[in-house]
């Protein structure tokens, strides 16, 4: 399975943006998909994942509120919506899956990446 993440930019603060991760090779509703971001000097952070089965989602305590996951099956792809942004969400978002059906925070438990799109959020 191929990941594609794309729709960052810069925006300021309180603005909102969606970015995407489009799946190819395999249907989308097969894996539990995630999202995950990075900033300069930090390690990797989970910040959603939505399941493979039921569509559950989960967020990290600062994604909650602000940030939807979200799952389009006839486009195969997934979306992080966020809103009210801050500087601190500044990062490269990067889109994951995993075959497995369990609830995973962690970014080892994942075994597909994207290549990440920058998020950049100024004051």
């Known amino acids: 399975v191929q990941l594609q993440a794309s729709g960052g930019g810069l925006v300021q603060a309180g603005d909102s943006l969606r970015v995407s991760c489009a799946v190819s090779g395999r249907t989308v509703s097969s894996y539990t998909m995630g999202w995950f971001r990075q900033a300069p000097g930090n390690k990797r952070e989970f910040v959603a994942s939505i399941m493979r089965s039921g569509g559950r989602t989960y967020y990290a305590d600062f994604a909650k509120g602000r940030f939807t996951i979200s799952r389009d099956n006839a486009k195969n792809t997934v979306f992080l919506q966020m809103n009210s942004l801050k500087p601190e969400d500044t990062a490269v978002y990067y889109c994951?899956?995993?075959?497995?059906?369990?609830?995973?925070?962690?970014?080892?438990?994942?075994?597909?990446w994207g290549q990440g799109t920058l998020v950049t959020v100024s004051s």
């Open positions: 994951a899956a995993t075959k497995s059906a369990g609830v995973y925070f962690a970014s080892y438990e994942y075994n597909y």
